[in-house]
């Protein structure tokens, strides 16, 4: 056993050192040395001869399993080749950081120094339209919503002004007035406020002409542009008024039926559904349809008349599903809007 390695020769690239011991017929994983330095000039352990790595723009810098296979490192003349490492943590987290599993906290992320400084930060990159480094389900906490009767503290134990990352660029370019900036879609994570549809059991005008949606554009709408510290883009959509359909602009609104399960179940079909699309996190995590308040399971109401009542509105139920009650009812309500 031992001796010095050959040269490596001309348009070759030395991966790894193989120490063959005498008498041997079997080559052990311990015999094995793989190259391990990460930068030009640092030397690989327990190599004999060209143990100094040599890395060019493409070449392999890694053959260890589990560590980096294309980390940063840097050529002779000092620049980066690469900023990616692809290692097997990396791998298993692809599909789950693409489903919105993964949702991380925007602050941090962005180096922010407050909630309302990362969604200034947020629109800076969104209206770029490169939402390189954004993922669904990454969030902003919101430390309170305050305005006339709306009084909102954060609280830790179930989120309740967690705002987060539902869909990008989902209205670019649709409406009777066409979105024209680049965004992403928010809406909060859990169930922040309650409140009923209208006072009676009607749904006469359908969501525009509602009490709820008085309600929501007056005091939670000032409480919300307060806390993010900018007005969001303004969306028009095409909603149902219960008899025909009409465009409506908003820049803080409640998603359709559509818009949470991707097709109506209560609802009308056909114009009524409009320009409504599924948001994304909602396909790739359903779970996410499903929505706390005071930490328990709720129903929280929709954009979204029955089409076959005069008296209820749609909602998503406590477990997940697509279910309608009568306007009177109390239940949640989970803004969303444009960034």
């Not at 490596?8 to 063959?20: D, Q, R, S």
């Not at 011991?21 to 001869?49: F, H, K, Q, R």
């Not at 980390?71 to 000092?78: I, K, Q, V």
């Not at 139920?317 to 009812?329: E, R």
Request: glycine share 8%.
């Amino acid at each position: 056993p031992g001796g010095v390695a050959g040269a490596v020769e001309t348009g070759w690239l030395k991966i790894c050192e193989i120490l063959v011991p005498a008498s041997s017929t079997t080559v052990l994983n311990a015999n094995i040395y793989n190259i391990d330095a990460i930068a030009v000039g640092e030397s690989n352990t327990s190599w004999t001869n060209g143990i100094t790595s040599i890395y060019r723009n493409g070449s392999i810098s890694d053959m260890k399993t589990g560590q980096e296979l294309n980390t940063t490192h840097r050529s002779s003349d000092g620049k980066n080749h690469s900023d990616v490492v692809l290692n097997t943590t990396n791998i298993k987290n692809v599909v789950p950081d693409a489903l919105g599993l993964n949702g991380r906290d925007l602050e941090a992320v962005l180096g922010a120094s407050s909630a309302s400084d990362a969604f200034t930060k947020l629109r800076a990159i969104s209206s770029t339209g490169d939402f390189t480094g954004l993922r669904l389900g990454d969030y902003i906490d919101i430390p309170s919503l305050n305005s006339g009767a709306i009084s909102l503290t954060w609280n830790a134990s179930y989120q309740n002004l967690r705002a987060q990352i539902v869909s990008f660029d989902h209205y670019y370019n649709t409406g009777d007035t066409a979105v024209t900036s680049h965004h992403v879609v928010m809406q909060f994570k859990n169930i922040p406020i309650e409140h009923q549809y209208n006072a009676t059991d009607t749904n006469a005008g359908g969501y525009a002409a509602s009490a709820l949606y008085t309600w929501l554009h007056g005091d939670l709408q000032t409480a919300i542009i307060s806390a993010l510290g900018l007005t969001p883009l303004t969306v028009h959509r095409l909603l149902s008024d219960h008899v025909t359909w009409e465009w409506k602009a908003e820049s803080v609104f409640l998603p359709t039926e559509v818009e949470v399960f991707g097709t109506q179940a209560w609802g009308r079909g056909g114009h009524y559904t409009g320009s409504s699309l599924q948001f994304p996190l909602f396909a790739s995590n359903p779970k996410t349809k499903v929505k706390l308040f005071n930490n328990i399971r709720s129903h929280w109401w929709e954009a979204t008349d029955r089409s076959d009542s005069t008296a209820n509105f749609c909602l998503a139920y406590s477990t997940g599903y697509a279910i309608n009650y009568i306007a009177s009812n109390t239940y949640g309500v989970v803004p969303a809007f444009l960034i």
